[in-house]
């Protein structure tokens, strides 16, 4: 089992930056695959950014390029740095523990969400 609890989320302007952590706990949390989605009102859950257990990473082609993905192993935490936010880019973001992916149903963990708002 794994708990995954997300923070950092807020209200900034468009062109800002803004850091995710996600705190981890829970047997064998090393050797899942690691990711962030993303769900904005209407839509459905996307994929952002995943990292392996080996630090191979990968991205949405909407966020390549301005958000990037990273994991400190031994502190049990995950992290989505964020510049150059856009409007369209708010929406609740969740973290993920599970297999290496971009679909939501290849992830059997997750955290409760924060809430991400750009304005423009």
């Known amino acids: 089992q794994v708990q995954l609890v997300e923070s950092g989320g807020g209200l900034v302007q468009a062109g800002a930056s803004l850091t995710l952590s996600c705190a981890a706990s829970?047997?064998?949390?090393?050797?899942?695959?690691v990711g962030w989605f993303r769900q904005a009102p209407g839509k459905e859950r996307e994929f952002v950014a995943a990292i392996a257990s080996g630090l191979y990473t990968n991205y949405a082609d909407s966020v390549k390029g301005r958000f990037t993905i990273s994991r400190d192993t031994a502190k049990n935490m995950l992290y989505l740095h964020m510049n150059s936010l856009k409007p369209e880019d708010t929406a609740v973001y969740y973290c993920a523990a599970g297999t290496w992916s971009t679909r939501a149903g290849d992830f059997n963990y997750w955290g409760q969400g924060t809430q991400v708002t750009v304005s423009s």
């Open positions: 829970g047997r064998n949390f090393r050797g899942y695959a």
